[in-house]
């Protein structure tokens, strides 16, 4: 190339010059089909109860979330991750609630199978700390640790009685070791060979996820570092992979998002599954916070983070402005 005096002899501006041009050279496009609604259902309540710190999200009743999975169903939103909050008095040291089929998140399921028929991709979180008295995402031994194994068994369980109430796909979040492979049997030996697992493969112990614990009214004693991964791990989470495609993962997810997009660039580098990634609780309170403030545009904010996500290697997302986003980007 001819180099003309001190001009540059390339021009990277010249693809920025209009928004068509932009549009047209773009390399990551989100689209509806993206992304996954996580919703909340609570137990009881006759109105949708506010969560403080996620302005926008609510606890629903059963019928406003019947109504969610319609939204988002028009909006061309792929799937809906459900959440169960059991009544405070339901909660117990197994988190007994979270096996019983008439138990909040099996109700949820059923309500939304029954509206949205399989519209949606509907999806269960496949963790004890809702439904336990302590807010582990196990049943502790006698010494107050999370026992693994016992926790397995409850989980074995616990992914037939959301396989029975209709799930697509059932997300175990626990990080337990051996969970995939022992839910994957447990479904198995009860014919449901076409429930899915979305696997938590790589999970965080995260300060992010504070305003889910309020989603959930989880009061957790103590943290979670025992069995979520120390953020400063890479290589742990490529060794939680293998574990989980061996055990029999379906799709596998990465989890925060934001602070994790090394990790999830890894990830999907690494494998031909399917790869998710979940914009967390505390990432979206964060936007919504300082948009409220006025110091970021919110709109913009948002779609910047998941175009980020998505450019990481997210295949699907799971954010909690999933139907409003659909909604923006148009089918
Ligand atoms: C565990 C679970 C958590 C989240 C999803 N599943 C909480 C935790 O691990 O502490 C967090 C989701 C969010 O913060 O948005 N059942």
């Known amino acids: 190339m001819t180099v003309y005096g001190s001009f540059p002899g390339a021009r990277p501006r010249r693809l920025r010059t209009t928004p068509t041009m932009r549009r047209m050279v773009a390399e990551t ?24 710190a996620m302005p926008g999200v609510v606890q629903h009743t059963r019928d406003t979330l019947r109504k969610a999975a319609v939204e988002a169903v028009e909006a061309g939103v792929s799937g809906i991750m459900l959440f169960g909050v059991p009544e405070e008095a339901k909660k117990d040291a197994a988190g007994t609630a979270g096996t019983d089929p008439d138990g909040i998140l099996q109700v949820a399921i059923r309500d939304v199978r029954a509206e949205v028929g399989d519209e949606l991709v509907v999806m269960s979180d496949l963790c004890l700390d809702e439904y336990t008295d302590h807010g582990h995402c196990g049943v502790l031994d006698a010494d107050g640790r999370v026992d693994n194994d016992a926790t397995l068994e409850r989980y074995a369980e616990m992914a037939q009685v959301q396989a029975d109430a209709g799930v697509h796909v059932v997300g175990p979040s ?7 492979g022992v839910v994957r049997d447990a479904l198995d030996t009860i014919g449901k060979e076409d429930v899915s697992i979305l696997a938590y493969t ?14 959930v009214g989880s009061s957790l004693r103590g ?16 060794r939680e992979l293998a574990l989980d495609l061996e055990e029999g993962a379906d ?4 989890k925060p998002a934001g602070p994790y997009l090394d990790v999830l660039a890894r990830v999907a580098d690494a494998v031909d599954v399917p790869v998710a990634a979940y914009q967390i609780s505390g990432e979206y309170a964060m936007i919504e916070a300082a948009a409220e403030k006025g110091w ?3 709109d913009k904010a948002i779609l910047e983070s998941l175009t980020g996500i998505k450019r990481a290697g997210a295949q699907m997302i799971l954010t909690y402005w999933a139907t409003e986003v659909a909604r923006r980007l148009g089918r």
């Open 202 to 215: 790589a999970k965080y112990a995260s300060a992010f996820y504070g305003p889910f614990r309020e989603a």
């Open 296 to 298: 970021i545009e919110r």
């Open 174 to 180: 626990g990080m337990m070791d051996g969970q995939v």
């Open 251 to 254: 799709m596998v997810m990465v």
């Open 29 to 52: 496009r989100l689209h509806p089909a993206d992304l996954i609604l996580p919703a909340f259902v609570r137990e009881g309540v006759d109105e949708p109860v506010p969560i403080g």
């Open 223 to 238: 943290d979670r570092k025992t069995y979520q991964q120390d953020s400063a791990n890479v290589r742990e989470s490529m």
